[in-house]
Protein backbone atom coordinates (compact mmCIF):
# COMPACT_ATOMS: atom_id res chain seq x y z
CA UNK A 1 0.00 0.00 0.00
CA UNK A 2 2.84 2.54 0.94
CA UNK A 3 4.46 1.38 -2.40
CA UNK A 4 1.51 2.46 -4.30
CA UNK A 5 1.34 5.77 -2.69
CA UNK A 6 4.79 6.28 -3.32
CA UNK A 7 4.37 5.70 -7.10
CA UNK A 8 1.26 7.82 -7.15
CA UNK A 9 3.43 10.24 -5.62
CA UNK A 10 6.42 9.90 -8.12
CA UNK A 11 4.04 11.01 -10.83
CA UNK A 12 2.30 13.74 -10.04
CA UNK A 13 0.93 13.98 -13.45
CA UNK A 14 -1.32 10.83 -13.23
CA UNK A 15 -2.75 12.45 -9.50
CA UNK A 16 -4.49 15.30 -11.67
CA UNK A 17 -7.32 15.44 -13.94
CA UNK A 18 -6.73 15.60 -17.75
CA UNK A 19 -8.65 18.86 -17.42
CA UNK A 20 -5.96 20.48 -14.75
CA UNK A 21 -3.17 19.45 -17.53
CA UNK A 22 -4.84 21.12 -20.55
CA UNK A 23 -5.48 24.32 -18.19
CA UNK A 24 -1.69 24.26 -17.23
CA UNK A 25 -1.32 23.79 -20.91
CA UNK A 26 -3.37 26.31 -22.12
CA UNK A 27 -1.23 28.61 -19.48
CA UNK A 28 2.20 27.87 -21.14
CA UNK A 29 0.88 29.27 -24.36
CA UNK A 30 -0.53 32.41 -23.11
CA UNK A 31 2.50 33.22 -21.96
CA UNK A 32 4.26 32.75 -25.21
CA UNK A 33 1.23 34.56 -26.93
CA UNK A 34 2.10 37.33 -24.24
CA UNK A 35 5.95 37.61 -25.33
CA UNK A 36 4.82 37.44 -29.06
CA UNK A 37 2.19 40.06 -28.83
CA UNK A 38 4.97 42.13 -27.21
CA UNK A 39 7.04 41.33 -30.03
CA UNK A 40 4.62 43.02 -32.27
CA UNK A 41 4.18 46.28 -30.49
CA UNK A 42 7.59 46.39 -30.57
CA UNK A 43 8.32 46.04 -34.02
CA UNK A 44 5.32 48.02 -35.00
CA UNK A 45 6.83 50.82 -32.83
CA UNK A 46 10.00 50.72 -35.11
CA UNK A 47 7.95 51.01 -38.24
CA UNK A 48 5.94 53.74 -37.45
CA UNK A 49 9.47 55.61 -36.42
CA UNK A 50 10.46 55.01 -39.89
CA UNK A 51 7.62 56.70 -40.74
CA UNK A 52 8.58 59.62 -39.18
CA UNK A 53 11.68 59.46 -40.62
CA UNK A 54 9.61 59.39 -44.23
CA UNK A 55 7.57 62.18 -43.55
CA UNK A 56 10.30 64.13 -41.97
CA UNK A 57 12.71 63.62 -45.08
CA UNK A 58 10.08 64.12 -47.60
CA UNK A 59 10.36 60.75 -49.01
CA UNK A 60 6.53 60.20 -48.92
CA UNK A 61 6.38 60.60 -52.62
CA UNK A 62 8.95 58.19 -53.16
CA UNK A 63 7.21 55.86 -55.04
CA UNK A 64 5.13 58.33 -57.12
CA UNK A 65 1.77 58.30 -56.88
CA UNK A 66 1.23 54.38 -57.54
CA UNK A 67 -0.22 51.76 -54.74
CA UNK A 68 0.99 49.25 -53.82
CA UNK A 69 3.19 49.26 -56.29
CA UNK A 70 6.13 51.60 -56.32
CA UNK A 71 6.34 53.76 -59.31
CA UNK A 72 4.69 50.69 -60.95
CA UNK A 73 6.87 47.96 -59.97
CA UNK A 74 7.01 45.01 -57.31
CA UNK A 75 10.79 46.26 -56.53
CA UNK A 76 11.95 49.93 -57.60
CA UNK A 77 15.37 49.46 -60.22
CA UNK A 78 17.67 52.14 -59.81
CA UNK A 79 16.03 54.35 -57.08
CA UNK A 80 17.11 57.43 -55.37
CA UNK A 81 17.23 57.57 -50.94
CA UNK A 82 13.56 58.59 -51.26
CA UNK A 83 11.76 55.59 -53.44
CA UNK A 84 13.81 53.26 -50.93
CA UNK A 85 12.65 55.10 -47.31
CA UNK A 86 9.43 54.68 -48.58
CA UNK A 87 9.54 51.16 -50.58
CA UNK A 88 10.91 49.82 -47.09
CA UNK A 89 8.55 51.52 -45.57
CA UNK A 90 5.88 49.97 -47.12
CA UNK A 91 7.03 46.70 -47.01
CA UNK A 92 7.58 46.91 -43.33
CA UNK A 93 3.85 47.77 -42.79
CA UNK A 94 2.60 45.22 -44.41
CA UNK A 95 5.00 42.88 -41.76
CA UNK A 96 2.93 44.26 -39.32
CA UNK A 97 -0.66 43.24 -41.11
CA UNK A 98 0.88 39.53 -41.42
CA UNK A 99 2.20 39.80 -37.80
CA UNK A 100 -1.51 40.89 -36.61
CA UNK A 101 -3.55 38.73 -38.56
CA UNK A 102 -1.14 35.73 -37.06
CA UNK A 103 -1.66 37.38 -33.36
CA UNK A 104 -5.36 37.29 -33.86
CA UNK A 105 -5.39 33.88 -35.17
CA UNK A 106 -3.72 33.39 -32.27
CA UNK A 107 -5.47 34.88 -29.53
CA UNK A 108 -9.20 33.60 -31.62
CA UNK A 109 -7.46 29.63 -30.62
CA UNK A 110 -6.07 30.63 -27.50
CA UNK A 111 -9.28 32.72 -26.21
CA UNK A 112 -12.97 32.43 -26.04
CA UNK A 113 -15.12 35.03 -27.54
CA UNK A 114 -15.37 38.03 -25.72
CA UNK A 115 -12.36 37.58 -23.79
CA UNK A 116 -10.67 40.97 -23.80
CA UNK A 117 -7.36 39.91 -24.93
CA UNK A 118 -8.87 38.64 -28.17
CA UNK A 119 -11.08 41.40 -28.52
CA UNK A 120 -8.18 44.01 -28.21
CA UNK A 121 -6.43 41.75 -31.06
CA UNK A 122 -9.16 42.43 -33.13
CA UNK A 123 -9.33 46.43 -33.05
CA UNK A 124 -5.31 45.55 -33.58
CA UNK A 125 -6.39 44.22 -36.85
CA UNK A 126 -8.86 46.86 -37.59
CA UNK A 127 -6.70 49.98 -37.33
CA UNK A 128 -3.89 48.48 -39.11
CA UNK A 129 -6.41 48.26 -42.00
CA UNK A 130 -7.15 51.66 -41.32
CA UNK A 131 -3.45 52.81 -41.22
CA UNK A 132 -3.16 51.10 -44.51
CA UNK A 133 -5.34 52.69 -45.93
CA UNK A 134 -4.78 56.20 -44.63
CA UNK A 135 -0.90 55.42 -46.15
CA UNK A 136 -2.50 54.24 -49.55
CA UNK A 137 -5.00 57.61 -49.97
CA UNK A 138 -2.24 60.07 -48.84
CA UNK A 139 0.28 58.36 -51.62
CA UNK A 140 -2.42 58.41 -54.36
CA UNK A 141 -3.88 62.09 -53.81
CA UNK A 142 0.01 63.02 -53.67
CA UNK A 143 -1.29 64.77 -50.02
CA UNK A 144 2.75 63.55 -49.14
CA UNK A 145 7.01 65.56 -49.21
CA UNK A 146 5.99 69.03 -49.70
CA UNK A 147 1.90 68.75 -50.12
CA UNK A 148 0.29 71.81 -47.89
CA UNK A 149 -3.01 71.44 -49.43
CA UNK A 150 -6.00 71.85 -47.59
CA UNK A 151 -7.07 68.23 -47.68
CA UNK A 152 -3.56 66.73 -46.21
CA UNK A 153 -4.02 69.49 -42.94
CA UNK A 154 -7.47 68.30 -42.60
CA UNK A 155 -6.47 64.58 -42.75
CA UNK A 156 -3.17 64.30 -40.91
CA UNK A 157 -4.92 64.90 -37.32
CA UNK A 158 -7.17 62.01 -38.47
CA UNK A 159 -4.35 59.72 -39.60
CA UNK A 160 -1.91 60.48 -36.15
CA UNK A 161 -5.53 59.37 -34.26
CA UNK A 162 -5.51 56.45 -35.97
CA UNK A 163 -2.21 55.72 -35.26
CA UNK A 164 -2.62 56.32 -31.79
CA UNK A 165 -5.64 54.12 -31.47
CA UNK A 166 -3.17 51.18 -32.90
CA UNK A 167 -0.50 51.53 -30.73
CA UNK A 168 -3.32 51.20 -27.87
CA UNK A 169 -4.67 48.55 -29.47
CA UNK A 170 -1.38 46.55 -29.56
CA UNK A 171 -0.15 47.60 -26.53
CA UNK A 172 -3.59 46.74 -24.31
CA UNK A 173 -3.55 43.26 -26.15
CA UNK A 174 0.50 42.63 -24.88
CA UNK A 175 -0.76 44.02 -21.64
CA UNK A 176 -3.89 42.36 -21.35
CA UNK A 177 -2.21 39.19 -22.00
CA UNK A 178 0.52 39.30 -19.67
CA UNK A 179 -0.92 40.16 -16.80
CA UNK A 180 -3.60 37.40 -16.97
CA UNK A 181 -6.58 39.21 -17.32
CA UNK A 182 -9.69 37.03 -18.15
CA UNK A 183 -12.69 40.42 -17.64
CA UNK A 184 -12.81 43.49 -19.59
CA UNK A 185 -12.39 46.30 -17.58
CA UNK A 186 -15.15 48.78 -17.35
CA UNK A 187 -14.99 51.02 -19.80
CA UNK A 188 -17.57 53.04 -19.18
CA UNK A 189 -16.05 54.71 -16.32
CA UNK A 190 -13.27 56.17 -19.08
CA UNK A 191 -16.51 58.47 -19.32
CA UNK A 192 -15.48 59.69 -15.98
CA UNK A 193 -13.58 62.80 -15.52
CA UNK A 194 -10.93 62.29 -14.13
CA UNK A 195 -9.62 59.49 -17.11
CA UNK A 196 -11.96 60.86 -19.55
CA UNK A 197 -10.51 64.62 -20.21
CA UNK A 198 -6.51 63.45 -19.49
CA UNK A 199 -7.35 60.56 -22.15
CA UNK A 200 -8.66 62.79 -24.35
CA UNK A 201 -5.90 65.46 -24.31
CA UNK A 202 -3.16 62.73 -24.96
CA UNK A 203 -5.47 62.44 -28.55
CA UNK A 204 -5.63 66.31 -29.57
CA UNK A 205 -1.99 66.74 -28.01
CA UNK A 206 -0.89 64.32 -31.00
CA UNK A 207 -3.55 65.28 -33.43
CA UNK A 208 -2.29 68.86 -33.30
CA UNK A 209 1.55 67.76 -33.26
CA UNK A 210 0.80 66.80 -36.94
CA UNK A 211 0.22 70.03 -37.63
CA UNK A 212 3.11 71.44 -36.21
CA UNK A 213 5.20 68.84 -37.66
CA UNK A 214 4.24 69.45 -40.92
CA UNK A 215 4.69 73.36 -40.84
CA UNK A 216 8.38 72.66 -38.98
CA UNK A 217 8.84 70.49 -42.47
CA UNK A 218 7.40 72.86 -45.22
CA UNK A 219 8.01 76.10 -43.72
CA UNK A 220 11.81 75.68 -41.95
CA UNK A 221 13.12 78.49 -40.36
CA UNK A 222 17.09 79.30 -40.00
CA UNK A 223 16.89 80.91 -36.46
CA UNK A 224 14.55 81.88 -33.92
CA UNK A 225 13.78 85.53 -35.21
CA UNK A 226 13.23 83.99 -38.59
CA UNK A 227 10.41 81.48 -37.25
CA UNK A 228 8.92 84.09 -35.26
CA UNK A 229 8.57 86.66 -38.47
CA UNK A 230 6.69 84.06 -40.07
CA UNK A 231 3.94 84.98 -37.91
CA UNK A 232 3.52 88.76 -39.36
CA UNK A 233 3.73 87.64 -42.78
CA UNK A 234 2.43 83.46 -42.83
CA UNK A 235 3.25 81.77 -46.04
CA UNK A 236 0.45 79.15 -44.86
CA UNK A 237 -2.40 78.69 -42.03
CA UNK A 238 -0.04 75.81 -40.64
CA UNK A 239 2.06 78.66 -39.46
CA UNK A 240 -1.09 79.47 -37.05
CA UNK A 241 -2.15 76.21 -36.68
CA UNK A 242 1.62 75.12 -34.78
CA UNK A 243 0.57 77.12 -32.13
CA UNK A 244 -2.29 75.11 -31.11
CA UNK A 245 -0.27 72.64 -30.02
CA UNK A 246 1.63 73.85 -26.93
CA UNK A 247 -1.18 75.27 -26.03
CA UNK A 248 -2.81 71.98 -25.70
CA UNK A 249 0.33 70.29 -23.99
CA UNK A 250 0.14 73.00 -21.26
CA UNK A 251 -3.47 71.61 -20.46
CA UNK A 252 -2.48 68.36 -21.09
CA UNK A 253 0.52 67.78 -18.71
CA UNK A 254 -2.05 69.52 -15.98
CA UNK A 255 -4.61 66.92 -16.39
CA UNK A 256 -2.08 63.98 -16.31
CA UNK A 257 -0.26 65.38 -13.09
CA UNK A 258 -3.80 65.76 -11.65
CA UNK A 259 -4.58 62.39 -12.39
CA UNK A 260 -1.01 61.38 -11.01
CA UNK A 261 -0.81 62.85 -8.02
CA UNK A 262 -4.22 61.15 -6.78
CA UNK A 263 -2.85 57.96 -8.00
CA UNK A 264 0.28 57.96 -6.06
CA UNK A 265 -1.08 57.76 -2.66
CA UNK A 266 -2.72 54.48 -3.60
CA UNK A 267 0.13 52.64 -5.61
CA UNK A 268 2.31 50.20 -4.69
CA UNK A 269 5.05 48.08 -6.50
CA UNK A 270 3.93 47.30 -10.24
CA UNK A 271 1.97 50.04 -10.09
CA UNK A 272 3.86 52.55 -8.33
CA UNK A 273 7.00 51.81 -11.01
CA UNK A 274 4.47 52.55 -13.93
CA UNK A 275 3.34 56.23 -12.62
CA UNK A 276 6.97 56.69 -12.72
CA UNK A 277 7.29 55.97 -16.28
CA UNK A 278 4.05 57.82 -16.59
CA UNK A 279 6.04 60.81 -15.18
CA UNK A 280 8.75 60.30 -16.02
CA UNK A 281 8.51 60.37 -19.85
CA UNK A 282 5.76 63.17 -19.59
CA UNK A 283 8.70 65.58 -18.25
CA UNK A 284 11.04 63.91 -20.85
CA UNK A 285 8.18 65.45 -23.55
CA UNK A 286 8.02 68.70 -21.76
CA UNK A 287 11.78 69.20 -22.21
CA UNK A 288 12.38 67.93 -25.86
CA UNK A 289 9.05 69.81 -27.06
CA UNK A 290 10.75 73.22 -26.50
CA UNK A 291 14.35 71.70 -27.30
CA UNK A 292 13.24 70.54 -30.48
CA UNK A 293 12.02 74.76 -31.59
CA UNK A 294 15.08 76.05 -29.95
CA UNK A 295 17.62 74.15 -31.73
CA UNK A 296 15.10 74.76 -35.19
CA UNK A 297 13.94 71.03 -35.72
CA UNK A 298 16.83 68.91 -36.14
CA UNK A 299 15.83 65.75 -37.55
CA UNK A 300 17.54 62.75 -35.06
CA UNK A 301 15.90 64.96 -31.78
CA UNK A 302 12.41 65.01 -34.05
CA UNK A 303 12.20 61.29 -33.97
CA UNK A 304 13.26 60.84 -30.50
CA UNK A 305 10.45 63.33 -29.32
CA UNK A 306 8.00 61.50 -31.09
CA UNK A 307 8.96 58.16 -29.89
CA UNK A 308 8.87 59.56 -26.50
CA UNK A 309 5.50 60.37 -26.85
CA UNK A 310 4.29 57.18 -28.84
CA UNK A 311 5.94 55.30 -25.18
CA UNK A 312 4.11 58.25 -23.44
CA UNK A 313 0.91 57.41 -24.85
CA UNK A 314 1.64 53.57 -24.08
CA UNK A 315 2.25 53.79 -20.72
CA UNK A 316 -0.80 56.45 -20.20
CA UNK A 317 -2.58 54.06 -21.26
CA UNK A 318 -1.30 50.99 -19.46
CA UNK A 319 -2.04 53.08 -16.54
CA UNK A 320 -6.03 53.92 -17.59
CA UNK A 321 -6.06 49.81 -17.58
CA UNK A 322 -4.87 49.02 -14.46
CA UNK A 323 -7.00 51.86 -12.85
CA UNK A 324 -9.88 49.90 -14.48
CA UNK A 325 -9.21 47.07 -13.48
CA UNK A 326 -9.20 48.05 -10.06
CA UNK A 327 -12.66 49.54 -10.62
CA UNK A 328 -13.66 45.79 -11.38
CA UNK A 329 -12.18 44.46 -8.77
CA UNK A 330 -13.88 46.82 -6.79
CA UNK A 331 -17.35 46.20 -8.10
CA UNK A 332 -20.08 43.76 -5.80
CA UNK A 333 -19.19 40.31 -6.53
CA UNK A 334 -22.98 40.49 -8.00
CA UNK A 335 -20.99 41.07 -11.65
CA UNK A 336 -21.78 39.67 -14.72
CA UNK A 337 -20.12 39.16 -17.98
CA UNK A 338 -17.40 36.80 -17.51
CA UNK A 339 -15.33 36.63 -20.33
CA UNK A 340 -14.38 33.19 -21.22
CA UNK A 341 -11.01 31.93 -20.40
CA UNK A 342 -8.24 30.53 -22.47
CA UNK A 343 -9.91 27.68 -24.54
CA UNK A 344 -9.06 24.61 -23.98
CA UNK A 345 -8.78 22.25 -26.66
Not at 129 to 140: I, N, P, Q, R
Not at 215 to 222: S, V
Not at 256 to 281: E, K, Q, T
Not at 312 to 323: A, E, I, N, Q
Request: with cysteine; aromatic share 10%.
Amino acid sequence: MAGRRRRQRGNPARELPADSRIATGSRMSARRFAVFSWGVLAYALVVISWGYFLRISQSGDGCGTSWPLCEGAVVPVEAGFPTWVEFIHRISSGLVLVAVVGMLAWSAKLYGRGHPVRLAAVASLVFTVTESLFGALLVVFGWVAEDVSTARVVVRPFHVTNNFLLMASLGLTAWWSSRGLDRLPPLTRLGERELFLPTFALIVLAATGSWTGLAGTAFPAESIREGLSQYLSPAHVLVYLRTVHPLVALVTVGLVARLLSRRWARARGPDRRLLWAVAGLGSAQVLLGPLVVALLHPVGLRLLHLLVADLFWLSFVFLVSTVLEEARRAAPSSRTGVAAGPVQP
